[in-house]
């Protein structure tokens, strides 16, 4: 029963809603946007790696990458585009709706610093090598 929304650059005909982002777990998308996703009633045409607002009776609604699993498990998996989050899965039975991802709107400009993917990748083995090292000083 949530109002629906309209804006210029959308396809009229369909039914398109704006969720409020809380977290980093989609991060460059920063905390505190607006995610507008087209509602989908056919869950079969989402592809894998598509993005999507779920809407569901466990954790509430949720933007992720989504690992389409509906006709072979009966779930979905759900992955953040921050790698700091591991992915999960979901029973189709505890969703609820599932919205594709069209567009954000955002007062804040993300910041861009040096973000090759060779530096990311590197930032990311360095994070995976502290990991390490800290969950051996703890097992010890």
């Not at 210029?8 to 704006?18: D, F, I, S």
């Not at 007062?107 to 083995?125: A, G, L, R």
Request: hydrophobic share 40%; with cysteine; glycine share 6%.
């Amino acid at each position: 029963g949530l109002p629906t929304v309209a804006l210029p650059n959308l396809p009229r005909g369909r039914k398109y809603r704006m969720f409020a982002l809380q977290g980093d777990s989609m991060l460059p998308i920063p905390d505190g946007a607006l995610v507008v996703g087209e509602y989908m009633d056919d869950w079969k045409a989402i592809k894998t790696g598509e993005l999507c607002i779920v809407v569901t009776a466990s954790e509430g609604i949720v933007f992720k990458e989504l690992e389409h699993n509906i006709v072979n498990d009966r779930s979905v998996t759900l992955q953040s585009l921050n790698a700091v989050y591991a992915p999960y899965t979901l029973p189709v039975g505890d969703i609820i709706e599932i919205w594709k991802y069209k567009c954000y709107v955002s007062e804040s400009v993300p910041v861009v610093e040096d973000c090759s993917i060779q530096t990311v990748f590197e930032e990311i083995k360095g994070i995976k090598a502290e990991i390490r090292t800290i969950s051996k000083k703890i097992n010890k």
